[in-house]
């Protein structure tokens, strides 16, 4: 079961922290973040692998936002920094149980399981 949290609205260049509350311990699992945008496709945001083993991602975002894994409080933090327009969108978390290949770590059918996602809008 996960549920996120922390969405809203902010001007260009502020700053989000997102939450996905999970159940069943975050180091059973890696969790990823994806963003869809109006009339776009699920993107890949973020993820971090087995509660902190490693973290990706995206190349638009990097540098600018960061995953951490609060495995006592079984929580994923999405912390997101200097946000641009083109930010702005559904926020979802998933799960994967099992290991994942490098290549399968930005694709949406490779989870398990979804939150039914946090609104980002970032005003210009």
């Known amino acids: 079961h996960l549920v996120e949290s922390g969405g809203g609205t902010v001007q260009a260049g502020g700053s989000l922290r997102l939450s996905c509350a999970e159940s069943g311990g975050s180091s059973s699992y890696s969790t990823g973040w994806f963003r869809q945008g109006p009339g776009k496709d699920r993107g890949f945001v973020s993820v971090v692998i087995f509660g902190g083993e490693s973290t990706h991602y995206a190349d638009s975002v990097k540098g600018r936002l960061t995953v951490t894994s609060d495995i006592p409080n079984e929580t994923v933090h999405l912390q997101m920094n200097n946000l641009k327009p083109e930010a702005t969108g559904n926020y979802y978390c998933?799960?994967?149980?099992?290991?994942?290949?490098?290549?399968?770590?930005?694709?949406?059918?490779?989870?398990?399981?979804w939150g039914p996602g946090t609104q980002v809008t970032v005003s210009p």
């Open positions: 998933a799960l994967r149980r099992r290991r994942m290949t490098a290549r399968n770590i930005c694709r949406p059918n490779t989870y398990d399981h």
